[in-house]
């Protein structure tokens, strides 16, 4: 499970975004579900992400927030001789971060 507690803490202050931002690109790729986004049949490449925060809500028991994230997809049979080809790769994340303990679930949404 996935723990964002700056980002708990920063909520309903004005630099919720960034620190969403801040703490999602300091991930490891691997750690998101990208692998759900990719679009030629790749695997996400270790490269660093790059976020962009759409919005933000709470509920009862969350604070959501939906998430553009760009990652590279290494594409291995492409057909482009032996080199595997690294493509940019994006998806929409919806976060949805538990208010008491910041445990975070993460899903690949698309509109």
Same mark, same amino acid.
């Given at each position: 499970? !996935? /723990?964002f507690p700056k980002t708990l803490q920063a909520w309903n202050t004005t630099t919720f975004s960034a620190v969403l931002k801040? $703490? !999602?690109e300091a991930m490891a *790729?691997?750690?998101l579900p990208l692998h759900k986004a990719v679009s030629q049949a790749g695997f996400v490449d270790?490269? *660093?992400? =790059?976020a962009t925060v759409f919005g933000s809500r709470e509920t009862n028991e =969350? %604070? $959501?927030a939906k998430?553009? %994230?760009f990652f590279t997809e290494i594409v291995v049979t492409c057909g482009c001789g032996d080199e595997p080809m690294p493509i940019n790769g994006y998806c929409e994340l919806l976060?949805? /971060?538990d208010k008491v303990t910041s445990e975070t679930s993460i899903r690949v949404v698309s509109d």
């Open positions: 499970m !996935l /723990i801040a $703490e !999602l *790729p691997a750690d270790a490269r *660093p992400l =790059t =969350t %604070v $959501e998430v553009g %994230v976060m949805a /971060i």
